[in-house]
């Protein structure tokens, strides 16, 4: 599927404009309205398949999820070579994982250190790292959330509650359309010998955006 350029017309169209995110919602805004104009338009003259989008679209609201980022966290901190090859090239990491390829994608992992802290934004719209995360969250699309996390990272952690030492720098990454971050996060202490399995369930959706950490040992065992 991912060689069928039908679909990635149409991925590329939902990618930033998501119509069917509110297709439940009584009134579409401009832009939706227009999306789905075109779309209508694309499919009638039959270069995109309406089935296929809406098997791209039922995979990432049923199949694609934090849990896959979080298998691909707990299998870094479980193998260096694995995550030598993540911080290398995550495209190439997180296939295997159940992870949609789409063309041209780029995917990059950034590791936390005691020294930096890193958090992804889209300051121009809503780009996301679908693919290992799933649906973004609402706040993750907000305006103020896009323009405060570069101009006052620290004030938005903490905000998440999120309080980093004074020596931790904050780097912000900001994504594109064809480049997507995921943050990983610090393995937390009390962890040795846990299995991957045991080790995902530590790692939250927020610790690979960067507003928060990963769960405490003796809140899931
Ligand atoms: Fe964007």
Same mark, same amino acid.
């Given at each position: ?13 939902? @990618? ?18 227009? =999306?789905?104009?075109? %779309?209508?338009?694309?499919? %009638?003259?039959?270069y !995109? ?21 979080? @298998? ?5 901190? /479980? ?17 295997? *994982?159940?992870? #949609?390829?789409? =063309?041209?994608?780029?995917l990059?992992?950034?590791e ?7 958090? #992804?934004?889209?300051?121009?719209? /809503? ?5 290992? +995360? ?12 896009? /323009? ?11 905000? *998440?509650? =999120?309080? +980093? ?9 900001d994504?594109?359309?064809?480049? &997507? *971050? !995921?943050?990983?996060?610090? &393995? ?7 299995s ?6 530590? =790692? ?8 928060? *950490? ?8």
């Amino acid at each position: 599927m991912a060689n069928d350029p039908h679909v990635t017309a149409a991925a590329h169209v939902h @990618r930033h404009d998501h119509p069917h995110d509110d297709r439940h919602g009584s009134e579409l805004s401009e832009m939706q309205l227009r =999306v789905r104009a075109l %779309e209508t338009v694309l499919a %009638e003259k039959g270069y !995109i398949d309406p089935a296929a989008i809406d098997a791209l679209i039922e995979a990432y609201e049923t199949k694609v999820g934090p849990h896959i980022g979080a @298998r691909v966290v707990a299998k870094a901190w /479980s193998d260096p070579a694995f995550k030598k090859a993540l911080l290398e090239d995550a495209t190439k990491a997180v296939l295997g *994982f159940g992870v #949609i390829n789409r =063309v041209g994608d780029h995917l990059i992992a950034v590791e936390n250190t005691p020294q930096q802290h890193n958090m #992804i934004v889209c300051t121009l719209c /809503s780009c996301y790292p679908w693919e290992v +995360l799933g649906l973004p969250p609402v706040w993750y699309k907000s305006a103020p959330y896009r /323009s405060r996390a570069v101009n006052d990272p620290r004030g938005v952690l903490a905000d *998440f509650g =999120v309080t +980093l030492p004074p020596g931790t720098a904050i780097r912000v990454w900001d994504s594109t359309a064809e480049t &997507r *971050f !995921i943050v990983l996060p610090m &393995r937390p202490a009390g962890t040795q010998g846990w299995s991957e399995e045991e080790l995902a369930k530590l =790692v939250t959706r927020d610790s690979m955006i960067g507003t928060g *950490f990963p769960k405490q040992p003796h809140e899931v065992k």
